[in-house]
């Protein structure tokens, strides 16, 4: 049990790469506090891993708002007596629009749940984890938090931010205990493709972002994803920190 003991904060964990990482995560032995905007997804992922024996309890909410994210962190303190582990996963993607073509709403949606959400979630966390004794937040970024043509600018903007909010995080606190390490997924098998409405779309800047695409080497599987979390939630990465690591077949190699 590579976190037994431990108390794990997953966000975006109804779905996808956050379901993934919170059905391992409570399989190798952590408390888990699962959250997630879509109330029905979430009462799923918590019954059907409580079933497998883990340990774990859901709160719905908008992690773009600072008292949901805070709350999460409140939660896991409240019930399980601490928090060691903050998974920084909710995303939603932006239209594929360049700066020219971008809506407010989209930049204030994409930045409030890619930004916002990690921001508030890690600021509760760290002010725990600093009292006792230190822990490991694990963001979920991206390769579009690497380069420039893997999404729209809003999207992009928010995952190249959050590289940056990783290494400070590191580097401010590694000397008190905390750890901060960001994984950038390249082409994942999850249904985040359900935050980008077609009728939306932006056809221009879908097709110049797909002549990135076209160099994807290998498509990887939400288990692949939370495998790597794992491994930097746990202590056997217990001197990693500050990395920003692809995870992506080979696609951060062109």
């Known amino acids: 049990m590579r976190l037994q003991g431990k108390v794990a904060v997953i966000t975006g964990a109804a779905s996808g790469m956050g379901l993934a990482m919170a059905t391992l995560f409570a399989a190798e032995g952590a408390s888990v506090v699962a959250g997630d905007w879509n ?27 600072q008292t949901a994210a805070e709350g999460l962190i409140d939660l896991a303190i409240s019930t399980f007596g601490t928090l060691d582990v903050l998974c920084n996963n909710a995303g939603v993607m932006d239209y594929m629009q360049g700066v020219g073509e971008l809506t407010n709403d989209i930049w204030r949606k994409v930045l409030g749940i890619n930004l916002d959400g990690p921001m508030f ?16 937040i694990v963001n979920t970024a991206s390769t579009a938090g690497l380069h420039g043509g893997a999404a729209g600018v809003a999207y992009t903007a928010s995952k190249h931010a959050l ?42 800047g879908a097709q110049r972002a797909g002549e990135f695409a076209a160099l994807v080497p290998a ?35 062109v």
């Open 121 to 136: 979630a890690s600021r509760r966390a760290v002010q725990h984890m600093l009292a006792h004794g230190g822990g490991s």
């Open 39 to 65: 109330a029905e997804r979430l009462a799923t992922a918590v019954k059907e891993i409580q079933a497998n024996g883990g340990q774990i309890i859901g709160l719905q909410g908008n992690i773009a708002e």
């Open 219 to 253: 498509y990887l599987t939400p288990a692949d994803i939370a495998a790597l979390a794992l491994f930097l939630a746990s202590d056997e990465s217990s001197k990693i920190n500050g990395a920003i690591i692809p995870a992506d077949g080979g696609w951060d190699a």
């Open 163 to 204: 590289v940056g909010l990783t290494r400070n995080t590191a580097w401010m606190y590694a000397k008190r205990g905390i750890r901060c390490n960001a994984i950038c997924p390249g082409a994942t098998m999850t249904n985040i493709a359900e935050s980008m409405p077609q009728d939306r779309l932006d056809m221009t």
